[in-house]
């Protein structure tokens, strides 16, 4: 599956950035090959409006889920309307939150 | 002729002045600019007052003539608008944050399709009204006020800077600070009063004015509010950078006490009639250079030993 996570820097040593609108990095990871495309985050000095843009490139890339920390309330209208499954993890590494993921051990954000 | 009534610090004394200072103005109109707490009216009391909706123009977007472009989005500065492109998963939306809008009319402007039309959002009122100068002459009263939960307040200053006379004295009490609604009320002003405190924290937010006024280009000097001494780091501040310093008022129970019950300075007060007449002149009569060498030798104050006996 397809997943997406806001990090703090660039795969493989990453950690999970809570901050979802201002995070550093989005990363898309293929859980079958563990192939990682990661871009940096253009929005995470805007003035406004940062969550509006990121919720929209994550959901203009359509992956299976979604995990992140905290979703501010523009971008979760955003992610709710695009029905893809927003999971809390805490500021675990990447390869942990995605093992959780794989292994039901997050929760899904009822957004 | 504009003058505007501005500070860096909060609560320095700009309503005090700037009321006092229309009361002895004929021919006056008076603008509350701070939209975000006016409170000129408590003491210049107008009447008879009108209300005018202060709107925003926001975009209304016809998602059956949208094509998903993204162009409105993407030129969007305040990142106010999201397009979720047409997929396999349904036929796409635009969302438009509101709060996040600023109303520039960019996206109405460039989209391709014309899919987007202008609505006005209402985010406060302009007032307008009558009260009584001193000369009892009729003057017009104008503030708006900023609707709760609303935090853009510059369109509802233009809105209410668009009402301005320029046929009379114009009087504006600008709101606090240094940023975007203290620069859209001073804007254009012919004159700015910079209203301070002669403490630390009324010296540190006075300079940050100067260099916003400075930069600005606008002529300026500076009242000192409840003053203590003659000389005090405010006159100290201004003598250095030669900015003229038009009035220094004591710091007084009795008027902090009238001030607390809605009456106006010239009112508790009456000696403070000429000063404020004498500081109206001044303005009138620049440039600041003959400002500068006039008044900064005379300090005037309303209580020519005011100074000598440290009465409160």
Redesign the interface.
Known sequence: MQVCISANSEYPDAQMDAKFGRCQYLLFIDTDTMKVESFPNAYKDAQSGAGTQVAQEVISRNPDALITGHVGPHAAELLKSSRIPVYSAEEVTVRTAIDDLLNDRLKQQDL | MVIAVASGKGGTGKTTISTSLALVTPQVQFIDADVEEPNAHIFLQPDHLIQQSAALKIPSIDLSVCTRCGLC?EI?E????????E?E?GPG?V?L?ET?CHGCGACYHLCPENAITERAKEIGIVESGVFQNLQDENCEFIHGVLNLNESLTTPVIKDVKEQIDSQKTVIIDAPPGTSCPMIEAVEDSDFCILVTEPTPFGLHDLDLAVEVIRQMDIPHGVIVNRSQDRHNIITDYCGKRNIPILLQIPYSKRIAEGYSKGIPLVKIDPHYIKQFQEVLVAIQNQPPKDISSALNESLLYADPHFFDENAQ
Do not use: T
């Open positions: 989005q969007c305040f990142n106010a608008l999201a397009v979720l492109p997929s998963k939306n969302f944050f996040l």
